[in-house]
């Protein structure tokens, strides 16, 4: 039944967040709370309604200006408990609401949307209402997103509205949102309908107003023009005193305000015993105080009309229960407040173009093109170190700490477009939201390079797989797979972090994985080789062209293979008619140039020479085997290939096409709900009995083999005849692994045959004719609780772990992904026709991957899938083995989400 008086009222524009954008902070439906960034950067904070919100919801109605009012109810209603009283704690399957709320308490409801499901379970009716003095923020954009998102998550299908033909900010609402819209005027009203699908149209659009919005927030947190420190004692290396200092001694041009209970000036500033006493604007806050002061801080930097606020105190989540409860009402009381948050327990912020170093680091940040994120602040202290020894400079650095609000994704974000950073470096320990990240990463990755070190990691999941697939995942596959297909570079060690930035930093990508080397030192020349080809690097085959060129710079003796030895008699005058015809052949995509310092020959000279050269465009990369490493230079040839290994996979990865989402599969939707509701049951968790496994991937067109289940030995000497000999009999047990229980026979080519390995094996029994020729191959999916479904395809049968070389991507897959997915690596082999074996139908295989990855995200229960194997035949692919287990599914672990 549709709720009475159900319409809208809109702002003039909009500023939306994604699907995964809002923060679903993991309660009951009934207390649902998304957190939102409006189109000017600042925060709101949605809920869904209580009862206790009636009177607050009435004095909201209550305020609407007539016009607001009448565009919502198409006329004035009676604004009394029976207006507000249906949209009070809503079951989110009849119908769903949600409030925006401002203040310290977030009592003050400046905005309202629902959705009720209409006689067509696949329809709902959607309304607004915002307050007249925040139409024009984004504030109906925002929550028609989040309504989406929940009533999609209902079943729902389709929005219906009914808007007033001169509510043309309402009607701009909808258009504008990403969604397929379709009008009708009838009876003085235009009818709004369109489908809530989160097509690749409408996730576009999303981020792009997404990406606005973040950058819009952060913004007086990299160009504030004045900054308090809350906590800013005179006492000599008290945290807050040191922060003051730091940004005095930047040469920050704003002006700087230090308070302390006392009012005492600090670093030759002013100080002030509270913010209230500042009567000038501030941008950015600051907090260096004990924990249990923090509340009262950040609320008066709230009431001082501050947006931006970096908690350095830390006694928050990281000590534990008591903590976490203190960050969680941080948190709140900072959005209820459209204020975003750095921290807390972190280091600060540091932003070299603004002259900002808001940070207790004992050492200025040199500039340079490096945006830093790091969730270590001492680690990030470390590496800062390191970095100022290899002369690399800083945009900016951001220690997030507990990242309770702002994180690596919010940060990308922002140093998408900045003109000051070309090289984003990340420390992680953990992920809030990995899609989001992946989407992020590789937009901007397609722009300037984003590499990345990912602590934390385990083995133990792994050790806890039940199937084929799941043994060769694990949360370490996950973020390989979240990386590589974000174009984010993984460094596996802070030192390969270091030289991969050095390389990234200060040399051109190689076009390709052909390298020459050039030492004065046969021994080092060998190294670097393995090295070389242990990265995966490959020597270059010199051309004629380039050896004569050789022969006729350097001396009779000198080493004219690969690598190129000069003798460690070598001038810098050998490296000067050694490098030119190197860089010149075309079949090199990089030279490294090994030097051990001689006697007769000075370091700084060779370099000279090195950097003198005409590279044409490739990279020409110093190796300095000396206590002194010169700035640029490398240490070692293991480093140095390592580095230049993983500049030649951005190359690679920059090659490689985009792709795009295709569309979804079809699929029986209601058919595989059925399965899985009927197969859960009460128990919650459990292996899906055959015909159940084949009924959910017939449901999404996986092709599987024919096969009956059987009850007795004669039951299956019948259904052989009927398939077809020769025969398979396999054990029907849900979730067995057949091979290991000895419970499968394969071409049985007689009714006797059949009938003993029936017997043998034991009822329930599965029969399927025998499948003959094409290539082994493993396809499957695990549901990773923080990534999402994992897609894996890889060579499949008896001998798929032993082998362990499967692939695997974090669905949704592009074209581009799953075409990787299926002709990369050794299943790749196998797939375009190993050793003679014909091809198998590789577009088959795409659609079968795109096929599971669906399947696995329209259906989070089915936690491990396993197809072992799947036959890739000439034409066409098929299924021979499939085993399902269910879990009931809760909700995934995205915390962070902007």
């Not at 200025?364 to 002369?391: K, N, T, V, Y």
């Not at 025998?770 to 493993?778: A, I, P």
Request: aromatic letters at 4%.
């Amino acid at each position: 039944m549709r709720r009475a008086g159900i319409r809208a009222n809109a702002e003039a524009s909009c500023g939306l967040a994604p699907t995964g954008s809002a923060i679903l902070c993991g309660k009951p439906a009934m207390e649902v709370v998304r957190d939102v960034i409006l189109r000017d950067g600042s925060t709101l904070r949605l809920r869904a309604p209580r009862a206790a919100d009636r009177d607050a919801l009435l004095a909201f109605f209550a305020g609407l200006s007539p016009e607001s009012l009448h565009a919502r109810f198409h006329g004035l209603p009676a604004v009394d408990a029976h207006l507000v009283e249906p949209f009070l704690a809503p079951d989110w399957e009849e119908h769903g609401d949600l409030i925006a709320t401002l203040g310290a308490d977030g009592g003050r409801v400046v905005a309202h949307a629902g959705w009720v499901r209409l006689r067509d379970v696949s329809r709902a009716e959607v309304a607004f209402a915002v307050d007249d003095a925040h139409q024009g923020r984004g504030v109906g954009t925002r929550l028609l997103e989040q309504l989406a998102d929940t009533a999609a998550s209902a079943g729902v299908e389709e929005f219906v509205a009914e808007v007033l033909p001169e509510n043309r900010a309402m009607l701009g609402v909808f258009q504008a949102a990403g969604f397929e819209v379709m009008r009708t005027l009838a009876a003085g009203e235009v009818e709004v309908r369109f489908p809530i699908a989160a097509t690749e149209t409408y996730r576009a659009a999303v981020d792009l107003r997404d990406h606005e919005a973040v950058v819009a927030s952060l913004r007086p947190f990299f160009s504030p023009s004045s900054v308090a420190v809350l906590g800013a004692s005179p006492r000599p290396g008290s945290i807050g005193g040191t922060v003051v200092a730091n940004i005095v001694a930047a040469g920050f041009e704003g002006a700087v305000f230090p308070v302390n209970r006392s009012g005492e000036p600090v670093a030759g500033l002013a100080g002030y015993r509270s913010l209230g006493e500042v009567e000038e604007a501030v941008d950015l806050v600051v907090v260096c105080l004990p924990a249990e002061h923090v509340l009262p801080g950040v609320e008066a930097a709230l009431a001082h009309g501050v947006r931006a606020l970096c908690v350095i105190s830390a006694g928050f989540a990281e000590i534990g229960p008591e903590g976490r409860e203190r960050e969680e009402r941080l948190l709140a009381l900072v959005r209820t407040g459209g204020a975003r948050l750095i921290g807390p327990n972190c280091l600060g912020i540091a932003v070299t173009g603004a002259h900002l170093n808001a940070t207790f680091a004992p050492h200025p940040f040199p500039p340079g093109p490096i945006g830093f994120s790091s969730q270590s602040g001492a680690l990030g202290l470390a590496l800062l170190e390191e970095a100022a020894g290899r002369s690399l400079g800083f945009s900016a650095f951001v220690s997030i700490g507990n990242k309770a609000d702002v994180s690596s994704n919010d940060l990308l974000e922002h140093w998408e477009d900045d003109a000051d950073t070309g090289l984003v470096l990340l420390y992680l320990e953990s992920f809030g939201n990995p899609r989001k990240f992946g989407r992020i990463s590789r937009r901007v990755a397609r722009r300037k390079p984003v590499l990345a070190v990912k602590s934390g990691t385990t083995g133990a999941g792994a050790r806890a797989a039940s199937s084929h697939t799941a043994a060769l995942a694990g949360s370490e596959k996950a973020v390989d797979a979240l990386f590589h297909q974000a174009g984010v570079i993984r460094a596996e060690s802070l030192e390969e972090l270091m030289d991969t930035a050095t390389m990234l930093a200060g040399f051109p990508l190689p076009s390709g994985s052909r390298v020459a080397l050039l030492t004065n030192a046969g021994g080092l020349g060998i190294l670097c080789a393995d090295a070389c080809e242990g990265a995966g690097l490959e020597l270059a085959r010199l051309a004629d062209e380039t050896t004569t060129a050789l022969a006729a710079g350097l001396p009779p003796a000198a080493g004219l293979g690969n690598p190129v030895d000069v003798l460690g008699s070598a001038t810098a005058a050998a490296y000067a008619a050694a490098l030119p015809p190197l860089v010149a052949d075309p079949g090199v995509d990089a030279v490294i140039a090994l030097f051990v310092p001689a006697a007769a020959t000075r370091t700084e000279d060779v370099l000279a020479e090195v950097r003198a050269i005409d590279t044409r465009g490739k990279p020409v990369v110093p190796v300095v085997v000396a206590a002194e490493r010169p700035p640029g230079t490398f240490p070692y040839p293991e480093s140095a290939a390592r580095a230049l290994a993983r500049a030649a996979e951005r190359a690679a990865w920059l090659r490689r096409p985009a792709g795009s989402f295709p569309p979804r599969p079809d699929a029986d939707a209601a058919a595989s709900e059925r399965v899985i509701a009927s197969s859960l049951g009460e128990a919650g968790d459990g292996w899906l009995p055959p015909r159940e496994t084949r009924t959910l991937l017939e449901a999404y067109g996986i092709p599987v083999v024919p096969e009956r289940v059987v009850a007795s030995p004669e039951e299956a000497v019948a259904a052989a005849r009927g398939l077809g000999l020769p025969a398979v009999v396999k054990t029907a047990e849900a979730g067995a692994h057949k091979t290991e229980k000895a419970g499968i026979e394969l071409d049985l080519r007689t009714d006797d045959a059949v009938r003993a390995a029936a017997e043998r094996i034991g009822p329930p029994l599965l029969v399927q004719p025998l499948v003959s020729g094409g290539v082994e191959l493993l396809a499957g999916v695990v549901q990773d609780p923080l990534f999402g479904p994992l897609v894996a395809f890889g060579p499949g049968g008896v001998l798929a772990e032993l082998i362990g070389e499967a692939g695997f991507r974090i669905a949704p897959l592009t074209d581009a992904d799953a075409e990787e997915l299926v002709l990369g690596g050794k299943a790749g082999l196998l797939v375009r026709g190993y050793r003679g074996r014909p091809p198998a139908d590789a577009q088959a295989l795409v659609q079968l991957v795109h096929r599971l990855a669906a399947l696995a995200e329209d259906n989070p229960e089915v936690v491990e899938l396993d197809l072992n194997p799947v036959v890739g035949l000439p034409s066409g692919c098929l299924a021979l083995d499939a085993r399902v287990r269910l879990h009931r599914a809760a909700p995934r672990a995205e915390r962070k989400t902007w």
